[in-house]
């Protein structure tokens, strides 16, 4: 007789899983409704028989082999693949077929592999989000327990459909942030390049004009030839140019910069200082607030319990500052207390924020106020993005005209002395 795996809820609404003999599907809810229980997903349970050798060998080589893989799942296509199984649940289609359809039509990474496994583990029982958890570097927590939610509730199609759209406006709010970041960081690089071939080439010319005339140099001209002089290597006692330190200076601060953060105290110090940068400050404020307002209202929406929800919002809110807010805010509600009281303590959010959120709780409606307070920050992030970019231009063309001007007038001034010297040559 074939052996069904179900999850079901009892009469307090908790859920339950077990297994359980019957001869058809139908059957099987049959039995288990008997027993109290209201059925949310039933499976048919392979067993493999391992005393015949045959039909585990046959069983083995349906399993399709794992292809070679470099790097990890990209947000991108975790989108797309979240996407699509939502399309396919909501036409009706099992589980396992959709899972199978969606990894034959990817080409070998990372994904696909995870995939593979993730069908298999389905087929032999196992519920998707218990699938999905044994792979988190594909499937966070957050994606995971959002998954849970839509088994229990019977409702997978609608909340991989919210899931997908909540990592579309978390890339989209990415790419904006990135794409401000990229304009500043590619004219440093040439600036620096640009200044660094100056040093090393240029310069060195000029200090042999100068010596040629025997021209007394003043104190910028002076500084400026010494650096030239470090950055071409050309100094006595030096051994290493310093173009090399200026090529590995931005690797290294980078590097730096993680391994300070991987630190519970380094990521505490560098969170709070970035919040307090000025300009800089204001933006990565909102930012979070709208990442955390939108992770948590994807998932009081999602059905997953107000507790856990908060937990798995502070782990993924991305600044040490708002993670310590909401453990406050869980252990607030935990207590039986309000949500908005120990935000508003925190001073980590504007009155407006914590206001909405003290309404939504009044109201009933604590997620899809959430949602509204993260649309309304995605657009002032728009305009806070807007504004940076156009007060960087400005700025750094000033920081780079004076660098260069000094450059100039630190070799005009020797050259002044030089014409004044040959006037005074033909003058005699």
Excluded at 28 to 43: C, H, L, N, Y
Excluded at 68 to 77: C, P
Excluded at 275 to 288: A, Q, Y
Excluded at 367 to 395: G, H
């Amino acid at each position: 007789m074939p052996t069904f795996a179900y999850e079901a809820l009892n009469q307090q609404g908790k859920p339950q899983k077990g297994t359980i003999e019957a001869n058809s599907s139908e059957e099987a809810i049959g039995r288990i409704k008997s027993q109290g229980f209201f059925p949310t997903a039933v499976r048919e349970q392979k067993v493999k028989k391992s005393a015949v050798a045959g039909e585990a060998t046959a069983s083995k080589a349906k399993k399709k082999p794992k292809g070679m893989s470099i790097g990890g799942v990209s947000n991108k296509q975790l989108t797309t693949f979240t996407r699509q199984l939502s399309t396919l649940q909501d036409a009706g289609l099992p589980l396992l077929r959709s899972l199978q359809i969606l990894e034959g039509q990817l080409k070998p990474s990372k994904l696909k592999n995870v995939l593979l496994g993730v069908c298999e583990d389905v087929e032999g029982g196992a519920a998707l989000s218990e699938a999905m958890a044994k792979h988190p570097g594909a499937f966070d927590k957050l994606y995971t327990k959002m998954v849970n939610a839509g088994e229990i509730g019977g409702v997978l199609d609608v909340i991989l459909q919210r899931l997908a759209e909540f990592m579309e406006k978390s890339q989209r709010l990415k790419r904006k942030i990135r794409g401000a970041l990229v304009y500043p960081v590619v004219v440093m690089v040439v600036a620096i390049s640009i200044l660094t071939f100056i040093m090393v080439f240029i310069i060195p010319k000029f200090e042999e004009i100068f010596t040629d005339f025997g021209v007394q140099l003043p104190g910028l001209t002076q500084w400026l030839i010494d650096t030239s002089r470090w950055m071409a290597g050309t100094r006595p006692d030096q051994q290493i140019p310093g173009w090399v330190f200026v090529v590995i200076a931005l690797p290294a601060l980078f590097i730096f910069f993680k391994l300070i953060r991987k630190a519970g105290p380094g990521k505490a110090a560098t969170d709070t200082l970035f919040l307090w940068t000025p300009v800089f400050g204001k933006l990565i404020r909102k930012t979070t607030i709208a990442r955390f307002t939108r992770t948590l209202g994807t998932l009081i929406s999602a059905g997953v319990p107000i507790l856990e929800a908060v937990t798995i919002t502070s782990q993924t809110a991305g600044n040490y500052v708002f993670e310590k807010a909401l453990m406050k805010v869980h252990d607030s509600i935990r207590e039986g207390e309000s949500f908005a009281d120990p935000l508003r303590e925190s001073k980590t959010c504007d009155a407006i924020v914590v206001n909405m959120i003290d309404v939504g709780e009044e109201t009933g409606e604590l997620d899809a106020m959430l949602m509204k307070i993260a649309d309304n920050y995605d657009e002032e992030v728009d305009v806070a993005v807007a504004a940076l970019v156009s007060l960087l231009e400005p700025l750094m063309v000033v920081v780079i005209g004076l660098i260069v001007g000094t450059i100039v007038v630190a070799m005009f001034l020797p050259m002044v002395a030089m014409i004044e010297s040959l006037q005074g040559g033909n003058a005699v």
